[in-house]
């Protein structure tokens, strides 16, 4: 995820053009959400959170701190299977309420999906909610009046129906997805050269995607394919090597962590209702792979 440390170095290096930082928190891992509120409050910077991946991943904070200028609001959890441990002096919150904005999708295949294409956006900030709901509806402020040129992202009654209901779910759903994800942990340690995913000791991870890293990648993916286990790599190619950015981001184009990473990682299969015979079987073909390689 995103690095604090590189955030603070960009800020002070192009100052006031600055106007957010968008935390993305990547595969359902939250990001270091403490430092990045930390850094921009400390420079007057929006934060603006890309929770797609992570619906119910949980930070934990200082119960001290501040946010912006209000009091640190706090999601009450009384689940105590949570992964996230409780320590004295601290509490935990929900992604997508951290920063000015949180962002949610609703595509099919996230943690929370509906039956087609849907999103939300979260705020504290009641002149920001307003402008929301006018940018949602075209801009409009009532019949026949439009104040800015919005959008038609209105989520439709149907879509909202399924989610209220899938809703319910969510948190026992995560708890499949963070069970998958502790067997792979396991049985992957210390199998060639894999790595598997790094968790914060102050977060919950959702676990949107699970994903590893072996340079072996490619050959891999094809091996798994070949014995029947779907998998897939996200994402192949980073941003700043897009064609649409050709030109744009030269300062950028030398990311060589995100180069090699992209060339590394592979995605295996986790969803809830996976089955543990289906998981002995996904780790018993990488075993079988790095055995033969």
């Known amino acids: 995820n995103i690095s604090p440390q590189e955030v603070e170095k960009c800020v002070k290096k192009f100052g006031q053009k600055i106007k957010a930082v968008i935390p ?20 007057n910077i929006k934060i603006i959170e890309d929770a797609a991946q992570a619906h119910g991943a949980e930070v934990e904070f200082r119960i001290s701190r501040k946010l912006r200028d209000s009091e640190f609001r706090v999601n009450k959890v009384v689940d105590a299977s949570n ?35 849907g999103g939300l956006v979260t705020t504290d900030d009641k002149n920001l909610y307003e402008k929301l709901l006018r940018l949602r509806n075209h801009g409009r402020v009532e019949h026949y009046l439009y104040k800015h040129i919005g959008f038609n992202a209105r989520l439709d009654n149907l879509q909202a129906a399924i989610l209220l209901v899938k809703l319910k779910y969510l948190d026992k759903w995560n708890k499949e997805r963070q069970k998958i994800a502790e067997i792979y942990n396991k049985e992957l340690a210390g199998v060639g050269d894999i790595i598997t995913p790094y968790v914060q000791p102050n977060v ?43 030109g744009k981001y030269e300062k950028v184009s030398e990311l060589k962590t995100v180069r090699k990473i992209a060339n590394e990682v ?18 018993n073909k990488i075993k079988q792979f790095f055995k033969n390689i």
Do not use: W
């Not at 993305?24 to 420079?43: F, N, R, S, T």
């Not at 509490?91 to 999708?105: A, E």
């Open 24 to 43: 993305v928190h990547l595969y359902g891992q939250p990001c270091d959400m403490e430092k990045i509120v930390e850094i921009c409050k400390k420079y």
């Open 83 to 117: 992964p996230v441990v409780k320590r004295s002096g601290f509490q935990r919150q929900k992604v997508g309420s951290i920063g000015d904005l949180g962002c949610f999708s609703f595509y099919p295949t996230k943690n929370l999906g509906c039956y087609g294409d």
């Open 204 to 246: 919950s991870h959702v676990y949107h995607l699970y994903v590893i890293r072996t340079k072996y990648r490619d050959k891999l993916m094809e091996f798994l394919k070949n014995n029947g286990i779907g998998c897939a790599i996200q994402y192949a190619v980073p941003l700043n090597l897009q064609p649409a950015y050709k």
């Open 266 to 283: 592979l995605s295996l299969p986790i969803y809830p209702g996976l089955k543990e015979l289906q998981i002995e079987y996904v780790v």
